[in-house]
């Protein structure tokens, strides 16, 4: 079944340490992108990619990191220098606009 | 004024019962409309997808777009309790560089 996997489910990152959340999809689709929700404040952009090695930053960009290096695969990676990590991730692809599927989401927690 | 604004909820409705979930919006250059369902600690998931004013209907639900009005609503016919979500509008113009706004949601509980 074509969809979008991401991994791990949970996370849990330390102070100071680097965390990357995976996000894998065989749909194909040129564009993927990453989302952060927290309660109350709805999905929120980080970065966005519409084409292999090539990606652009969202409205909250900082503090992470991203590649597009294949198709299939756009992985993204939380640095200290992003001073609340805790939240919901959501990772999403695209064949077009609007039609978003979207993966089951890791949920980061900073211990 | 927000560019998208949703009412976050919750809105409990007795099983059977119509359900209508709206968004009103400011940006007169949006053109598709998306609404998506989020069950608790999953991924939304696309649920009706439509472009400029009208109707849209698929199965229990029907997606309605007064882009006169700036309003989009959603309405779930005979709700059963797995309707029970959060559901989000989205909007974006045309262009492939235009992002899509979402909504914050709206939490709908169906009892039954």
């Known amino acids: 079944d074509g969809g979008i996997t991401q991994s791990p489910k949970y996370l849990f990152r330390k102070e100071g340490q680097n965390v990357t959340l995976s996000c894998e999809q065989n749909l194909n689709h040129d564009a993927m992108y990453w989302y952060r929700q927290d309660p109350g404040q709805g999905l929120r952009l980080i970065y966005y990619?519409?084409?292999?090695?090539?990606?652009q930053k969202g409205d909250i960009a900082e503090g992470y990191s991203v590649s597009r290096e294949k198709k299939e695969s756009f992985p993204l990676t939380v640095t200290s220098a992003q001073k609340n990590p805790t939240a919901f991730y959501l990772c999403?692809?695209?064949?077009?606009?609007?039609?978003?599927?979207f993966g089951s989401g890791t949920r980061l927690t900073v211990v | 004024q927000k560019e998208v604004e949703q009412d976050p909820g919750p809105l409990s409705v007795p099983e059977g019962a119509i359900v209508s979930l709206n968004c009103t919006y400011s940006n007169s250059a949006f053109q598709y409309f998306m609404w998506y369902r989020q069950y608790s600690r999953k991924g939304p998931e696309l649920l009706m997808y439509?472009?400029?004013?009208g109707n849209k209907e698929d199965g229990r639900f029907t997606a309605q777009v007064d882009k006169s009005s700036k309003y989009i609503s959603l309405f779930i016919r005979d709700s059963q309790p797995s309707d029970s979500a959060t559901y989000l509008c989205?909007?974006?113009?045309?262009?492939?560089?235009?992002?899509?706004?979402f909504g914050k949601g709206t939490r709908l509980h169906i009892l039954p």
């Open positions: 999403a692809s695209s064949p077009q606009q609007g039609r978003y599927t």
């Open positions: 989205a909007m974006s113009g045309v262009n492939r560089d235009d992002k899509i706004i």
């Open positions: 990619s519409q084409i292999v090695n090539d990606f």
């Open positions: 439509t472009y400029s004013s």
